[in-house]
C-alpha cells in the first residue's frame, strides 16, 4: 500500500489535485484499462504517438482553414466568382469547427486529468467568457440578417424574378448565410464551453 495521500502525491508531483485530499490510494497503474476503485492512475504519453500533439495540430489546422477562407470570401465578394465564394465560405465553417472541436477536446482531457494542466486554458476562460461568445455570435447573426435582407431588397428590384448567379445579391447571400450559420454555432459553442470550464472555477 502507498504511503501517501493524494494531497501529499499531488505535492511531490506538482500536480492538481480533483479528488478527497485525505485518500490514500491502494495501487497505481499506468493503463487506463488496469484502473479500478482506489487506484492511483498516471497517465503517459502513448508509445508511438501523443494526442496532445493531435489536439495543437488540429487547432493550427482549423485556424489556418478559418483565415483562408475569410481571406478568399473578402477577396471574391466583388467578383462574379460565385462557385468559388461557396467554397471559401465553407472553408471558414469547417475551420471554425476544428477550432471548437480541438479546444473542447483539450479542455475535456485536461479535466479529466489525460492531459496536464494548461495555463493557457486558464487564459482564455478569463477572456473568452460566456458573455463575450453571446455577444459576438449575435453580432454575427444580426450582420447575417442585415445581408440577407438588403439582398431581399436587391431581389426585389428585379420584381423577385430569375437573379444571375454571379449576382451581386447572390454573393450577398453566400456570406450572409455563412454568418448566420457560425453565429449560432458561436452562441451554441459559448454555452458549451462555459459548461465545461465550470469545474475550473469552483
Known amino acids: ?7 501529499e502525491i499531488a505535492e511531490i508531483t506538482s500536480g492538481r489535485l480533483d479528488a478527497d485530499p485525505g485518500i ?3 495501487s497505481v497503474v499506468a493503463e487506463s484499462l488496469e484502473a479500478n476503485q482506489g487506484s492511483l492512475y498516471v497517465a503517459k504519453p ?14 493550427a489546422a482549423g485556424a489556418v482553414l478559418a483565415l483562408v477562407g475569410l481571406v478568399a470570401s473578402a477577396a471574391l ?14 472553408l471558414v465553417i469547417i475551420g471554425f ?11 475535456f ?12 486554458l486558464d487564459r482564455v476562460f478569463r477572456v473568452v467568457t460566456l458573455e463575450v461568445g453571446l455577444s459576438l455570435g449575435v453580432v454575427m ?19 423577385f424574378g430569375a437573379l444571375d ?22 452562441i451554441l459553442s459559448s454555452f458549451f464551453f462555459s459548461i465545461l470550464g465550470l469545474r475550473r472555477r469552483l
Do not use: C
Open 1 to 7: 500500500m502507498i504511503a501517501f495521500t493524494a494531497a
Open 109 to 120: 482531457a485536461v479535466n479529466e486529468g489525460l492531459l496536464p494542466p494548461d495555463r493557457r
Open 46 to 59: 502513448g508509445e508511438h504517438a501523443d494526442g496532445h500533439d493531435f489536439i495543437d495540430a488540429a487547432f
Open 77 to 90: 465578394l466583388p467578383t462574379p466568382r460565385v462557385h468559388t465564394l461557396v467554397y471559401a465560405a465553407m
Open 97 to 107: 469547427q476544428t477550432i471548437v472541436f480541438a479546444a473542447f477536446t483539450k479542455i
Open 24 to 26: 490514500t490510494p491502494l
Open 165 to 186: 448567379a454571379s449576382s451581386l445579391a447572390m454573393r450577398i447571400v453566400i456570406v450572409s448565410s455563412s454568418a448566420i450559420a457560425l453565429g449560432v454555432q458561436v
Open 141 to 159: 447573426v444580426a450582420a447575417g440578417i442585415a445581408g440577407s435582407l438588403y439582398a431581399l431588397a436587391v431581389w426585389e428590384q428585379t420584381a
